[in-house]
């Protein structure tokens, strides 16, 4: 099956907001085995809005649509799919209770013009919002289907995952199975020199590679009867793929670095404590995003100063004085006084030229040396980040951060 992505709202088109709605969206339709081969954006107009929708339809089967379903009187998406289909409206008696329910939790009034978001149109399937006022629906007639959703994603998203999802995997008697490999120390490229073989030569399993700034995710997706079959046939797959790359995975249906760093932790039972210069605390903060990390986080010092790194980390001042902030000994040092601090199992630190100013020919924009520091292991890495990127500094602290995480994975995984 073929869908496009159409979102409504000017505020899309003159750049007030950011439409995260369609990657999340063709992400989703693709682990379901439906393919996006167009994206469009529409403002709140009706005609445009019309004409979107008749070019949507003129090349795909179903429709997914975002936006323009709120109380005001150019939120027009419902009203003009229903005129698409030939469809009356009607006031839907459980989507107004919702809607009620909702100010009532809220404990707010509410306003006469919210009742429009309890007019459907008839016959149309209604996904109710736990998140908000305005109900999702979909209408399937004569082999095309116009999905509705709210525009923004702390609503779209779980209606999305909880009800749509489970919809459009009735249009479809294959069981779809998809399972993400995370690889980090690698180029898409260089990833699919690796593989060109398998990939060429799987077409079910299928294997897909996604690049984003510092790793690669290959998607195995197998299509089979059952959920099972699916499993036997990706398995190996899975095998070939990590006798070949090695190495360079990280996780299999991790979401991220710090997640399968945590999870490992945890698991290994071991803390960790954080000291960082040019990072400024993002690796602190990356691990605490991750639920359950207090359990493995002693504490992070954000030592930007050279006093602080003597001070509270104890750096020496003859190392300072003699090589240099940025510099092995530095890092060295740097992790063994935070893991003395914090009295944890593992030490990390990060020190290094950001940029975009302040490196010299002897220590250029992109120099960051990285260190770790246990009883069972000791390392420094030094690292050059300089690619002139426009956005330099925040790759340069984005990428040591990156490679903070798969040492201590990769140290985790084979010392403890």
């Known amino acids: 099956m073929k869908a496009e992505i159409l979102c409504v709202g000017t505020e899309l088109l003159l750049g007030d907001i950011v439409n995260t709605n369609a990657a ?11 393919d996006v ?13 019309k004409e979107s929708l008749e070019l949507a339809f ?21 009203e003009t799919v229903a005129e698409y289909f030939h469809k009356k409206m009607a006031l839907d008696e459980e989507s107004l209770k919702s809607i009620t329910d909702f100010f009532d939790r809220l404990k707010r009034p509410m306003t006469e013009n919210n009742k429009k978001q309890a007019m459907m149109p008839v016959g149309a399937k209604i996904f109710h919002n736990d998140n908000g006022t305005a109900p999702g629906l979909a209408i399937s007639e004569n082999d095309k289907t116009a999905v509705l959703l709210p525009g923004p994603p702390a609503e779209m998203r779980p209606m999305f995952r909880h009800a749509v999802i489970p919809y459009l995997m009735g249009f479809s008697d294959k069981v779809l199975v998809s399972h993400n490999i995370r690889v980090f120390g690698l180029g898409e490229s260089r ?12 077409t079910n399993p299928t294997i897909a590679p996604y690049a984003k700034q510092g790793e690669v995710t290959l998607r195995v997706t197998a299509a089979a009867d059952t959920k099972q079959k699916c499993e036997e046939m990706i398995a190996p797959v899975i095998k070939n793929i990590e006798d070949i790359v090695g190495k360079y995975i990280y996780g299999v249906d991790v979401a991220n670095l710090q997640t399968a760093v945590v999870e490992e932790l945890i698991r290994k039972n ?4 954080t000291a960082e210069s040019c990072t400024g605390g993002l690796i602190s903060e990356r691990i605490t995003q991750i639920p359950g990390s207090s359990k493995v986080f002693g504490c992070g010092v954000c030592s930007y100063a050279n006093d602080i790194k003597h001070c509270v980390l104890g750096v020496s001042e003859e190392t300072l004085s003699q090589y240099g902030a940025v510099s092995e000994q530095t890092a060295k040092e740097m992790a063994q006084g935070v893991r003395r601090l914090a009295k944890s199992d593992i030490g990390v630190s990060t020190t290094g030229i950001a940029g975009p100013g302040g490196g010299t020919p002897e220590k250029p924009v992109g ?38 995480f798969k040492l201590v994975l990769s140290v985790l995984k084979e010392n403890y």
Do not use: C
């Open 24 to 34: 999340y969206i063709a992400k989703e339709l693709a682990n379901i085995g439906i």
């Open 37 to 49: 081969y167009y994206q469009s954006v529409v403002g709140d107009n009706n005609d445009r809005l």
């Open 58 to 78: 003129s090349r795909a089967d179903i429709v997914v649509m975002t936006g323009g379903l709120g109380p005001t009187y150019d939120d027009l998406t419902k």
């Open 191 to 202: 990833v699919e020199d690796m593989l060109y073989s398998l990939m060429k030569n799987s």
């Open 270 to 273: 071991v803390t960790i404590a």
């Open 367 to 404: 120099l960051v040396y990285i260190a770790i520091d246990s009883e069972r292991f000791q390392k420094v890495i030094k690292l050059e980040l300089n690619y002139h990127k426009a956005d330099e500094r925040e790759y340069v602290r984005h990428m040591t951060a990156q490679n903070v």
